[in-house]
């Protein structure tokens, strides 16, 4: 069983900062990559960032510059911290992890979600 659990949204004026942060728990071999997705209402989920375990990092074009992905591999945790947050920032952030459990092969996990709100 592999269970990611994220932390960290809330609500935030526009131009203000957040840190969301994932971790992946359970029975896991390794983790190729991490990443954060996000969905707003009335809105398909959309990749927001996400990192392999070389360190490589993508992210989509509407948070270059904004925000920035890392990971702490000992700890199979992701960072998203969120700078310079606008109203179209607001949506539920989900956490993904494309691994390798221990007996289960390569899969796809997602979080719960967190909820961000960018709102004056």
């Known amino acids: 069983q592999v269970q990611l659990v994220e932390s960290g949204g809330g609500l935030v004026q526009p131009g203000g900062s957040l840190r969301l942060s994932c971790v992946a728990s359970g029975s896991i071999f390794s983790i190729y990559a991490m990443g954060w997705y996000r969905q707003a209402p009335g809105k398909q989920r959309e990749l927001v960032a996400r990192?392999?375990?070389?360190?490589?990092?993508n992210y989509a074009d509407s948070v270059k510059g904004r925000f920035t992905i890392s990971r702490d591999n000992a700890k199979n945790t992701v960072y998203l911290q969120m700078n310079s947050l606008k109203p179209e920032d607001t949506a539920v952030y989900y956490c993904?992890?494309?691994?390798w459990g221990r007996g289960t092969g390569r899969n796809d996990y997602w979080g719960q979600g967190t909820q961000v709100t960018v709102s004056s």
């Open positions: 993904n992890a494309d691994l």
């Open positions: 990192i392999n375990s070389l360190g490589i990092t």
